[in-house]
């Protein structure tokens, strides 16, 4: 069996999950090559297993160069391997076994790392995890690097996924669309949602940005948006400084949007630097829906 078809195969064992973004109309899993709806509409699976549920052609802001970057950050550098650590553990207590199997929604997943690092951190064969990203670079990728997670390229605004079909949504360090993410929430599903909080990546933030009023960052406003759609269980602070070396720092640098609208000399002597400490500063937000009363 290829991974086209082990992919396939993946999908047709929980295709209920799975609803037509086009037409909203369920799905089946045609000779282990497409996805197709009640009124025909097909989405293949690709040679590396993901399968692309866009309408329009969609590669999003991220290149090639800035995915490989964050797979070494995350994957070799390990800056986010405490992240990966508390978010597991935020898992395994607030889920505590309510649901199995569990079908966990990496919404806005990127290149796959942070879902691949979750899920190994659970060491849970009952939670089957899907990453879902609007740029078909980074949902390729995935595909090549990570074997077992069902990977597809979407919009956050129309995810193609039915209604309370997922237990978990994961949403680290990207945008949300919350009406989406409650409709795809079972019932006292968890949504647990990673964003910055003023000092993250600070060393990095403080050599790119040149006008002072950029430096400073608060996410109230995330905070208070999400404390608006969920009934937020925990907030976990979490901080931390680990030492990158030169290399790292490179792959710190093109890993970041931030360096888009940057200077070439503030890149290159930051860059030049033999290692330094990086701030890893965030809040987990931990959250189930609100009931109707
Ligand atoms: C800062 S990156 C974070 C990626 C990954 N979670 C990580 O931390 O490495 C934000 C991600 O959100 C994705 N994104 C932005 N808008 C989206 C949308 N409407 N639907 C799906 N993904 C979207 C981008 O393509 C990008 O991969
Ligand atoms: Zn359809």
């Given at each position: 069996?290829n991974?086209?078809?082990?992919?396939?195969?993946?999908?047709?064992?929980?295709?209920?999950?799975?609803?037509?973004?086009?037409c909203?109309?369920?799905?089946?899993v045609?000779a282990?090559?497409?996805?197709?709806?009640s009124?025909?509409?097909?989405?293949?699976?690709?040679k590396?297993?993901?399968?692309?549920?866009?309408?329009?052609?969609?590669?999003?802001?991220?290149?090639?160069?800035?995915?490989e970057a964050?797979?070494?950050?995350?994957?070799?550098?390990?800056?986010?391997?405490?992240?990966?650590e508390?978010?597991?553990?935020m898992?395994?207590?607030?889920?505590?076994?309510?649901?199995?199997?569990?079908?966990?929604?990496?919404?806005?997943?990127?290149?796959?790392s942070?879902?691949?690092?979750t899920?190994?951190?659970?060491?849970?064969?009952?939670?089957?995890?899907?990453?879902?990203?609007?740029s078909?670079?980074?949902?390729?990728?995935?595909?090549?690097n990570?074997k077992?997670?069902?990977?597809?390229?979407?919009?956050?605004?129309?995810?193609?996924?039915?209604?309370?079909?997922?237990?978990?949504?994961?949403?680290?360090?990207?945008?949300?669309?919350?009406?989406?993410?409650?409709?795809?929430?079972a019932?006292?599903g968890?949504?647990?949602k990673?964003?910055p909080?003023?000092?993250?990546?600070?060393?990095?933030?403080?050599?790119?940005?040149?006008?002072?009023?950029?430096?400073?960052?608060?996410?109230?406003?995330?905070?208070?948006?999400?404390?608006?759609h969920?009934?937020?269980?925990?907030?976990?602070?979490?901080?931390?400084?680990?030492?990158?070396?030169?290399?790292?720092?490179?792959?710190?640098?093109?890993?970041?949007?931030?360096?888009w609208?940057?200077?070439?000399?503030?890149?290159e002597?930051?860059?030049?630097?033999?290692?330094?400490?990086?701030?890893?500063?965030?809040?987990?937000?931990?959250?189930v829906?609100?009931?109707?009363?």
């Open positions: 069996m991974q086209k078809e082990r992919s396939a195969e993946a999908v047709s064992g929980i295709v209920d999950v799975f609803r037509c973004p086009l909203n109309s369920p799905m089946k045609f282990l090559k497409s996805l197709i709806c009124n025909s509409h097909t989405f293949d699976f690709s590396q297993g993901y399968v692309n549920m866009m309408n329009r052609p969609s590669n999003g802001h991220y290149d090639k160069k800035l995915f964050r797979r070494r950050i995350i994957m070799e550098s390990n800056l986010y391997t405490l992240l990966h508390k978010v597991s553990e898992l395994k207590k607030h889920l505590d076994g309510s649901y199995e199997p569990t079908v966990l929604l990496d919404a806005g997943c990127g290149e796959g942070h879902l691949q690092k899920l190994d951190e659970c060491k849970n064969d009952a939670i089957t995890g899907i990453g879902l990203d609007i078909k670079e980074g949902i390729m990728m995935a595909a090549k990570y077992s997670p069902i990977w597809l390229v979407g919009d956050l605004a129309n995810i193609p996924l039915s209604d309370q079909s997922c237990h978990v949504v994961l949403n680290c360090l990207s945008p949300a669309n919350y009406e989406e993410f409650k409709r795809i929430m019932l006292n968890l949504i647990v990673v964003v909080r003023s000092n993250y990546l600070k060393e990095l933030r403080e050599i790119l940005f040149t006008d002072k009023n950029k430096k400073t960052y608060n996410n109230d406003e995330i905070v208070s948006l999400f404390k608006q969920f009934h937020l269980e925990e907030n976990v602070k979490l901080s931390y400084v680990k030492e990158l070396n030169q290399t790292e720092l490179i792959n710190l640098v093109q890993m970041s949007p931030l360096a609208n940057s200077k070439k000399e503030q890149i002597s930051f860059m030049n630097q033999d290692s330094v400490g990086i701030t890893v500063d965030l809040d987990i937000l931990v959250g829906t609100k009931h109707m009363n």
